[in-house]
């Protein structure tokens, strides 16, 4: 049976590339406004607000978000879509909805300049919870909340309070749980955890108090307020969790034995909770197969199976407690020994040691059997268990530890029952997940997805009979090529629903030849077709239902929504804009999403199913009508191979046609993709786009096609190529040119310097500039080198220093300082943990000794971007400054001219800082 595809609409609203005819037709009506706007200024970025935490009530009647704002307080808004009511609460974010619709739960924090006060004296900063009846706008506040919830069923909100100092000698804490339906609150004293069950009918909860007194494992019945106590002891009860049908609780009590460093747990499980008596399993510190001198762990957690049958819990080997080294001798040698056959790096030790310290190894605990199955281990840390728990998938990647190589590991099947291990797959590196059902697991292999029946311990190639090839040939590292995707798995167990570049498939389990549900369409024009997973408690596809799809023209860069209905394919809208990914209420056909464009923020949306009555809800930034903003446009270029690419370009509103304008071209990998992006104003550690365009420069972004072993050339070949492009379609003025990167692309902006004649001021930070040396530095962050990075990851070349020193200087922008004139700007924080700050060094070093004219903006403890809201301001106006003299002509600053001394340092930052955000000054 063909697809058949309803193209009315489509056709209707398919965008015609006249994109400079359109900016043409506009410049009219701009100059006659031109007057009433003004360009966009630093100080005004921080009056832009941007919206946060948006959700939609269950029946679709409301909808929450919070509006933030630089160095202000946030805003909350919950709005009636269907009666237009709005309930809008000063200083509240992290809004929850009830189920019912009837409630709103929120945080409320302090003003922010109580706020600020508080961190720099490094007090805690203390927070409410709010509650507000939707209907009455009646509103309630508890102090001092850390956090708070409803129950499933509405009937009950509940705040969990801070600690006080009164009560640092125990972990619990207040629990306000108040009664919705008949309007009472009480106090619960020294609650640890809290945990309802997804029915809402029952909460349970432990409690930790001072001395032990008190402590154990409570149950309340939310229908009639009954409270029973289900275990006390003075130990500490944790690691509290329900069952998926609310019906079992599982607990861990124990203490820490003198002497000892882990805690000794008791495993107890209550079943048939609603009866009038739970069963009882208690499973104590020597459950039998428990290994000699191992414990069950709380640094772990709890799960059930699918029929709680069993429960998977944490093991770890119990250590004897150091002794004190003692007094009155020297202290302790320290020193960390590097071994060149150590698996991991002691940087990379040292970074996981927190982890390795805490790691546990999973093992099932059989409630009937009473036994316990070790089913992790020392060599076999990973275990994914199927739904039913009968099954457990092990990885093993110890003979494959590598600082480069990829993630191989040995994949295993466990029998949950008898801890017995069947080989699966040797020196394997992906794999695409369990199924729902617990009966597959699948994997990619020589460009196929297959099927591993865990049951029968059977292989099948699922898509050796399909007429397309599922691999991603647009991957463009060194290394195995991954597929395009598993979109989930089917609702009736048959198959799976995978992705090609552009269409959607079903593939069975049988391996019949995969079925095209979108007929080729997406392929046939070059529409990118994928599944939306509106409701997101769904685990599986329905293939028997309509299936909602997201679009993007891989080409115009519209998007939009289509109905797959069986074979079907229907239209919903096309349009030149960018649409989220929609949240579908959970009992309402009501979609919440965004939409945006390079001139409208991406404001809350609500409709229909088939998207045919939009309605807008927020209107975060009316300012933007106050200031002159610009258009951006999509245009093609090619390379000196014929490959073809497509960049962005930003046009001033003022712009006239036939002007050259000032140019900055910004790039990384892809951007053109972000045609449609809304360039909010925001202070950052790179160009904000709005402030450019606003004040007459023209933004250029292209895209780069890489090759493996000269990503440098590549930026430099695809950069150039676009920025002759746009000259040459009269645009840009080719002696005002200024070119940014950052991190990977800050590389290629200093690659670029060194290579290129066509710009006149870069501007770039955060860059590996000698990629021998950089080869062997470190990821401070995680500990690693760069091993893997610049071989197998965004490097790209496939390659070491050793064996290919030529390539490795070659791609380097050290090796090609001696010929640069053009005027640099660098930035580096000094805490870098991605690209080392020596990089920047040896980068400032070698320019100066050769007197090239570079300016270093090294920041004290500041990372791989900015961090400090003081500084990415401070960052924007000497970016200003820069580009403002070397691409408008501007008169140079002094510090820029002459430098700034460390005698002069802090007097020239008290000078330069600007006067919206000086002291006593914001707001």
């Known amino acids: 049976m063909m697809t058949r595809v309803l193209l009315l609409r489509f056709r209707l609203l398919t965008v015609v590339a006249a994109l400079p005819l359109t900016i043409g037709v506009a410049t009219a009506h701009v100059e006659a406004q031109s007057s009433e706007k003004r360009p966009l200024e630093i100080a005004d970025y921080h009056i832009w607000r941007q919206i946060d935490g948006e959700q939609i009530s269950d029946d679709g009647r409301w909808v929450a978000w919070s509006y933030t704002k630089v160095r202000m307080d946030d805003t909350l808004v919950v709005a009636n879509v269907d009666n237009g009511v709005r309930h809008e609460i000063a200083r509240a974010s992290d809004a929850i909805l009830s189920s019912d619709g009837m409630w709103v739960g929120y945080t409320l924090s302090p003003p922010f300049q109580e706020m600020e006060e508080m961190e720099r004296n490094g007090d805690d900063v203390s927070y409410q919870a709010g509650l507000t009846h939707l209907e009455s706008g009646t509103s309630w506040v508890w102090e001092d909340a850390y956090d708070f919830g409803f129950s499933a069923t509405s009937s009950h909100f509940w705040v969990e309070k801070t600690q006080t100092q009164d009560e640092v000698a125990f972990d619990g804490t207040g629990l306000i749980l108040r009664n919705l339906s008949e309007g009472y609150e009480e106090l619960i004293g020294s609650v640890l955890q809290l945990a309802i069950n997804k029915t809402g009918t029952h909460l349970a909860y432990t409690v930790d108090a001072d001395g032990g007194d008190g402590n154990g494992l409570y149950l309340i019945n939310l229908s009639n307020g009954a409270r029973r106590g289900l275990d006390n002891s003075k130990a500490r009860y944790s690691n509290l969790v329900w069952s998926s049908d609310g019906t079992s609780i599982a607990v861990l009590r124990g203490e820490v034995p003198k002497g000892s460093t882990e805690r000794e747990n008791s495993l107890l499980v209550f079943s048939d909770i609603g009866d009038s008596l739970a069963r009882i399993h208690e499973f104590g510190p020597t459950v039998d197969g428990l290994r000699e001198g191992w414990v069950l762990s709380e640094n772990g957690d709890l799960n059930f199976n699918e029929d709680a049958s069993t429960v998977f819990v944490a093991t770890k080997a119990q250590e004897t407690e150091l002794e004190d080294w003692g007094e009155g001798g020297l202290p302790l040698a320290d020193v960390n020994i590097w071994h060149w056959e150590d698996a991991r790096i002691q940087s990379q030790q040292q970074s996981q040691l927190s982890q390795d310290q805490s790691r546990t190894y999973l093992a099932a605990i059989h409630l009937q059997e009473r036994t316990l199955v070790h089913l992790a281990d020392e060599q076999m840390h990973e275990v994914q268990i199927t739904r039913n728990g009968q099954w457990g998938i092990g990885k093993d990647d110890r003979s494959y530890v590598s600082d480069w190589r990829p993630n191989y590991a040995d994949y295993y099947r466990i029998n949950t029952a008898t801890g017995d291990r069947t080989p699966i797959l040797t020196k394997h590196l992906r794999t695409l997940g369990l199924s729902p059902d617990s009966k597959h697991f699948l994997y990619w292999k020589d460009g196929n997805v297959w099927d591993y029946s865990i049951e029968d311990d059977a292989h099948s190639n699922l898509t050796a009979s399909a007429p397309i090839d599922f691999t991603d040939k647009q991957f463009d590292r060194f290394g195995e090529k991954p597929p395009h995707g598993v979109a989930g798995f089917t609702s009736d167990s048959s198959g799976i629903v995978l992705y090609d570049r552009y269409d959607v498939w079903y593939q069975s389990y049988d391996a019949d030849p ?110 933007q009508d106050q200031f002159l903003w610009g258009s951006r446009i999509l245009f093609d270029y090619t390379l000196s191979d014929g490959t073809p690419l497509q960049g962005t370009l930003a046009i001033p509103e003022t712009f006239a046609e036939g002007e050259r304008l000032p140019m900055v071209v910004r790039f990384y990998e892809k951007y053109s993709q972000d045609l449609h992006l809304y360039p909010t104003p925001i202070y950052r550690h790179q160009p904000n786009f709005a402030g450019l365009v606003s004040n007459g420069y023209l933004l250029m972004q292209p895209d780069v096609h890489f090759r493996i072993g000269s990503s440098h050339s590549d930026m430099l070949e695809a950069v150039e190529a676009a920025t002759q492009k746009v000259i040459d379609m009269g645009y840009a003025d080719p002696d005002a040119v200024g070119l940014s990167g950052h991190s990977y692309s800050g590389g290629g902006s200093a690659y670029i310097a060194t290579r290129s004649n066509m710009f006149a001021a870069i501007a770039h930070g955060a860059a590996p500039i000698n990629l021998v040396s950089e080869f062997n530095q470190l990821f401070v962050g995680s500990g690693q080198n760069n091993h893997g990075y610049d071989i197998y990851g965004q490097g790209r070349y496939a390659t070491n220093p050793y064996d290919d020193f030529d390539l490795y200087w070659r791609e380097s922008p050290i090796s090609g300082v001696e010929t640069m004139d053009t005027p640099v700007l660098y930035l580096h924080g000094e805490s870098d943990p991605t690209v080392n700050w020596e990089q920047g060094l040896e980068w400032y070093n070698a320019l100066r000794f050769l007197e090239k004219p570079v300016i270093w903006l090294s920041y004290p403890d500041e990372g791989h971007g900015l961090r400090k809201l003081q500084n990415r301001i401070d960052f924007q106006y000497r970016l200003q400054d820069f580009f403002g003299h070397h691409l408008l002509g501007q008169p140079a600053p002094e510090w820029m001219t002459d430098g700034v001394s460390q005698l002069e340092k802090e007097r020239h930052l008290r000078d330069y800082a600007p006067q919206f955000f000086r002291p006593r000054l914001v707001g």
Do not use: C, H
């Not at 960018?578 to 404001?603: G, H």
């Open 514 to 623: 995969a079925v095209n549900l979108t007929g080729n369409f997406g392929t046939e024009r070059e529409i990118r077709l994928r599944t939306v997973q509106a409701d997101t408690e769904e685990e599986t596809i329905n293939l028997d239902q309509p299936m909602l799809l997201k679009a993007y023209g891989e080409w115009s860069k519209d998007e939009g929504f289509f109905w797959l209905d069986g074979r079907d394919l229907e239209d919903l809208t096309w349009e030149a804009r960018r649409f989220s990914y929609p949240l579908k209420a959970k009992n309402s056909d009501r979609y919440l999403f965004t939409v945006q464009t390079w001139q409208d923020f991406p404001d809350l949306w609500v409709s229909n199913g088939n998207f045919s009555e939009r309605q807008r809800l927020s209107k975060a930034n009316p300012q």
